[in-house]
Structure formats: structure tokens, C-alpha cells
């Protein structure tokens, strides 16, 4: 299966306007979970190596996927549902973290 990309790269006039675009297209509008999911895992597993302790990767890997989702969600690449789960899902991380060490 092949794609005419040509028609992407007329109908924008900046970078982001072809990732847009890519993923409008291409990807149906999921480009930007994929981006959020992994570099989510990458940060959860990259501190978990640092750290070894699962629990603070995790609340640091989702603060820091809420502030990426937030910025994902600026530019048009997620939308609005993916934006409420990652707030939601990091409240519940960061409520539990605080539960459990006290």
C-alpha cells in the first residue's frame, strides 16, 4: 500500500502542518497517542534503571506524559479523550504514591 504524500506536503505550509497532516492521513488521527505512549514507556523504564524503584518511575512518568499531553493536545496532534485520561490516570498515580507512603 502506497501514499501520495505530495498531497500532504501542498496542503501545508510548516512542519506542523505536515505532521498534521501525517496525522490526519495517515496514521487517523493517532500519531499523537503513539508519541505519548512512547515516550512514556521510555521514561518509566529509563527511571526505573535509574532508580529501581517502581513506584517513583511511575509518578514521574506520568507527570511528565501529562505535561507532553498537554503539549500534544496544544497542536492539534491528540485528542480531547487522551487528554482526560492522562490527567486522570496521573491523579490516580500521584494520589495513590501519596497514600502509600504515609
Given at each position: 500500500?502506497?501514499?501520495?504524500?505530495?498531497?500532504?506536503?501542498?496542503?501545508?505550509?510548516?512542519?506542523?502542518?505536515?505532521?498534521?497532516?501525517?496525522?490526519?492521513?495517515l496514521m487517523l488521527g493517532y500519531l499523537g497517542v503513539l508519541i505519548l505512549l512512547a515516550l512514556t514507556i521510555v521514561v518509566f523504564t529509563s527511571y526505573l534503571f535509574l532508580t529501581n524503584d517502581a513506584g517513583a518511575s511511575l509518578v514521574a512518568s506520568s507527570y511528565i506524559a501529562f505535561i507532553l499531553s498537554l503539549v500534544l493536545r496544544a497542536v492539534g496532534l491528540l485528542p480531547n479523550t487522551a487528554l482526560f485520561i492522562t490527567l486522570v490516570l496521573t491523579s490516580v498515580i500521584i494520589a495513590i504514591s501519596y497514600v502509600t507512603k504515609r
Open positions: 500500500m502506497s501514499y501520495n504524500l505530495t498531497i500532504i506536503t501542498e496542503n501545508s505550509t510548516s512542519v506542523l502542518g505536515f505532521v498534521q497532516g501525517v496525522n490526519s492521513v
